[in-house]
């Protein structure tokens, strides 16, 4: 079988070979690890969001994202049941409070959510389960996702221990865990009842929610519905269907903060690092072979035979650099994942996203690298 000249030359250095390999997979691995942690920005943002049963969602126009929200009045999901498609509404209350360790008794700042546990709205595993609980006197429900430094919850759970915490200074009985994930706003969270949430956080005034749900009976059409709310509610609320409530979140954080701006351009920068490491590789090896390509070119072999070779060059570097930069993004992934309690974890989308920028990356290489083969004269060269 005839071994293509590309791979001929990319190979007789090999140590240059495997350097180039290194800053590719460098490159690759950069681009990975900035696209994973945008990823997981996004994805934890709106885990509640989509966990959450209903049709119609309202919050304050002052609200920025989950757990940076303004209240508003429970009256206006009370108003919208006058519209005849509504068939039911939830409210949702939310605020950041102090956790105390029961081991280490270190604080650290943790997400409580709390409704109505007769109109249970979120759909994660465990609640359902354990929503009788959350009906007692400040007994609350523990995120066993949430990061390690609020404690061995669930292990102490599984040994059949009480478990007695303290949040804001007062004290907690975990009633049982129930599974939602860490986020970049919250790295831990727990759920209680309407009327614990308003022992444990006595500055909120009953009656002003963060959140409202709005169920629509069957076969209700939820533009019209929405478009009604719209003109009857008053506009200290925002209304939104569930595509809408989602992307509200998402743009968010990835328009109104610094953190989604970090991860795009440090992607940019991988992508710009792979140019520039490429291009020398290339560059170099054109340069280091003028003389034989001025001798195939007198010898009749067009431009057109030597772009041809550079790009298949550029695409074998490609592809060989993104492995390894694919197999230590995926370990890093799963270390990151651990430590952060965030859902990173590599997705054949985004694998296809920087092998497609990375033969992108190389071709750019390629292209200007090709420029001083293809005005190299042999009469220049000899």
């Not at 696209?35 to 609200?63: N, R």
């Not at 200074?169 to 994930?181: H, P, Y």
């Amino acid at each position: 079988m005839k071994i293509p000249l590309s791979w001929l030359q990319l190979s007789h250095e090999k140590a240059r070979l495997l350097i180039a390999l290194a800053g590719i997979g460098f490159a690759d691995m950069l681009m990975f690890i900035q696209l994973g942690f945008q990823a997981a920005l996004f994805d934890s943002s709106v885990t509640f969001h989509k966990a959450l049963t209903g049709d119609i969602f309202l919050m304050s126009p002052q609200s920025d994202a989950l757990g940076f929200t303004k209240t508003f009045s429970e009256r206006r999901l009370y108003q919208s049941l006058a519209v005849e498609e509504v068939e039911s509404v939830v409210p949702i209350y939310l605020n950041f409070g102090s956790w105390k360790n029961p081991i280490k008794r270190n604080t650290r700042t943790i997400l409580t959510i709390a409704f109505n546990p007769a109109q249970n709205p979120v759909n994660f595993p465990g609640i359902q389960q354990n929503i009788d609980q959350i009906k007692l006197p400040d007994v609350v429900l523990f995120d066993d996702s949430s990061r390690a430094e609020f404690g061995p919850i669930p292990d102490l759970l599984a040994q059949n221990k009480v478990v007695k915490a303290e949040v804001d200074s007062r004290k907690v009985t975990v009633g049982g865990i129930f599974t939602m994930g860490a986020s970049f706003a919250a790295d831990g969270n727990i759920l209680t009842s309407d009327t614990n949430f308003l022992r444990l956080f006595p500055e909120r005034q009953k009656g002003l929610i963060d959140m409202g749900i709005i169920n629509l009976k069957p076969g209700a059409n939820l533009e019209s519905v929405k478009a009604t709310l719209e003109a009857k509610l008053p506009k200290d609320v925002e209304i939104f269907d569930r595509a809408e409530f989602i992307q509200n979140e998402i743009s968010y954080w990835q328009n109104a903060t610094a953190i989604g701006f970090i991860f795009t351009l440090g992607t940019a920068i991988g992508f710009v690092v792979g140019i520039v490491i490429v291009y020398q590789i290339l560059y170099t090896d054109v340069a280091n072979h003028l003389p034989e390509y001025a001798t195939l070119k007198a010898m009749g072999y067009k431009d057109s035979y030597f772009v041809v070779l550079v790009f298949q060059e550029a695409i074998i570097l490609a592809v060989l650099g993104f492995l390894p930069g694919y197999l230590i993004a995926t370990g890093l992934y799963s270390l990151a994942a651990g430590a952060t309690a965030l859902p990173l974890a590599m997705t054949a989308n985004r694998a296809i996203t920087v092998l497609i920028l990375t033969v992108i990356m190389c071709c750019v290489s390629g292209t200007v690298a090709v420029r001083k083969l293809s005005a190299a004269d042999p009469a220049d060269i000899f």
